[in-house]
């Protein structure tokens, strides 16, 4: 099975291929690439939720883009040059709602929840749902989640989609308000969510934690050790990722 992984950035990126520890080929798409390893194709797709839709969406819509003496053996046989994907998972790093998640842990969503897609009212937020219309929750396939939470030691929980990333316990508390239970925050796992969905793919996120959800504190922030555990884990839940049939999920 083919996999999509999309991130925001590139070092992201490269965290994750730094996982697979084997050759890297690379697949220009229109405005993007594809970094190829094995059956991983691994995309930044750029901060926000709506860059994360749009390249993912793009990217399903290209299938899995055969690259090199592959497309050229594709052409010759007349077999196709892409493949679809069987699963789309959104990674990267993101802020937690400590200590319940600490500094360098991993998550990987039970649930990716738009946290600030809705209406502010005179009685407070209401979400897009709450308005008739949309939706700001996806569910991840279960089985899929325990899996790579027993594979990773990764914490399962909510992870909210945010298009403004929180800097003040104020704000912070309010969100674990309105979603208890949350364990982080990150800014495109709703978007990647959304693109996959109309797609009719499967969707996982997976989280490493580089700093705490409030106050903006860049001195305690830990990005190399959180873009080191997102390579241990995609180290570790590759061989999950990449057997996993979405019958599992039907049957448990």
Known sequence: MRVLVVTAVPVERDAVTRAFGGPEERVALPGAELHRCGAFDVLAGGAGPAAAAAATAFALASGAPASGASASRASASG??????????????????????TP???????DG??????GAETADGFLPVTALGFGRDRFTPPPALVRAVAAATGAAAG?????????GSAERAGALLAAHPGALAEAMEGFGVA???????VPVLEVRAVSNAVGPRDRDAWRIGDALAALTAAFGKAAPVLEGWNSHEDLEG
């Open 194 to 200: 959304e693109a996959a969905a109309r797609a009719g």
């Open 158 to 166: 909510p992870v909210l989609t945010v298009s403004t990333v929180t």
């Open 112 to 117: 990716i929840v738009a946290a600030d897609l």
């Open 79 to 100: 077999a196709p040059a892409s493949a679809p994907y069987g699963l789309v998972v959104s990674a990267g790093i993101g802020g937690a709602f400590t200590p319940v």
């Open 103 to 109: 500094l360098g842990s991993l998550i990987v969503a």
